[in-house]
């Protein structure tokens, strides 16, 4: 039983050495009957425009709940992870701008904060307590962030909506009706109503209300928060006295909470502050530019603040199943553990030599020419916000830190794939 006291005291491996990690992750209670309507809804095509794509296309458990890519391929891609390739008949316009983060413990209470640059996040300022980039347009009944931003996605034409002229949904994206009366969330909510075993599931579980949007986020959140909850790894035992880590990962715990500093940023029971850092990450792709603007640029987290002091900052991500969730960085750059923990040592000048050969990436030439790092300008402005200062390690603790984030991995599955899913779509064509 995990000892009910903030300050752990790990005496494991013949060491001994005290971390405060705070208060153990609060999860909410499961109600099964949304879990398992919102686990159809997450693998069901019928959400997206062209109704050829599913939350999992992106999100899959195979993949560690994200789809092995650096920079995905959503509408217009064909096949499913590492094996999505263009499709010839309908190509995207681009690549999906930002990597896919994966879904582990989203549904712990902590997480209030979504996407790389936390756009979207708890604030109870704004409607329902969520700010979004809707603003006071965003439709109320969305009862939790995670709600909120899984929804979102089918927003996007290189997502999940499809390209203009496309269907419905395209349509009334790119005339910007999105959250108004009619719009492209009511026409996904019609669609699903109009199946009628996601009609009596609905009915079940709220009698008498429509469904909508809103409804439809919540139980996909639902699923999310039941799905992958992952705190079971052996770093839990660990930590709970049940057993002791290999001494390996061990040294790389030592490392990791002591002079690595990995926990500076990587900090708590599920290895994140939640906040936002700038760590001179290559930009590989289109990035978050408009599409009328000439170079490919991520400014991070300032595209949310306007305080320059955000530049180039992007969300510190939980580490628990990192080992799944490759390729690594706010786009991907980095296709293993290793290469992303040797950036970490010395960020500026890995930036500068970095080499997109290490990056997961289809073959999307017709769309853009994924130009590492546009302007030299560009290239200083990220190296001047990077807040990570040079320090070494050797081979043997590159490896422990290894080891320890390995001991982090618990890769939960319950409901795991539906076989079918009520629209009768197929589940990844």
Known sequence: MIRPLSLVFLALAGGAMAQDLGPRPIFPEPDMARVELGHLLFYDPVLSGNRGVSCATCHHPDFGTSDGLSLGLGDGGTGLGTARVPDPANLPEQRIPRNAPGLWNLGATEFTRFFHDGRLELDESQPDGIRTPLGRDMTKGFASPLAAQAMFPVLSGDEMAGHYAENDISQSVRQGLLSQPGGAWDRIAARVAAIPAYADRFAEIDPGAPVTFAGIANVIADFIAFEWRADDAPFDRAMAGEERLPPRAQQGMDLFYGPAGCATCHAGWLQTDHRFHAIAMPQIGPGKAARFEPHNRDEGRFRVTGDPADAYAFRTP?????????????????????????????????????DISQAVLPDLAQADDLRIQHAEADVKAIARASTLRPQSLSEAEIAALVAFLESLEDPARRLGVPSAVPSGLPLFP
């Open 318 to 354: 939980s580490l628990r199943n990192v080992t799944l969730t490759a390729p690594y960085g706010h786009d991907g750059a980095y296709a293993t553990l290793d290469a992303v923990i040797r950036h970490h040592l010395d960020p500026v000048a890995a930036l500068r030599r970095y």
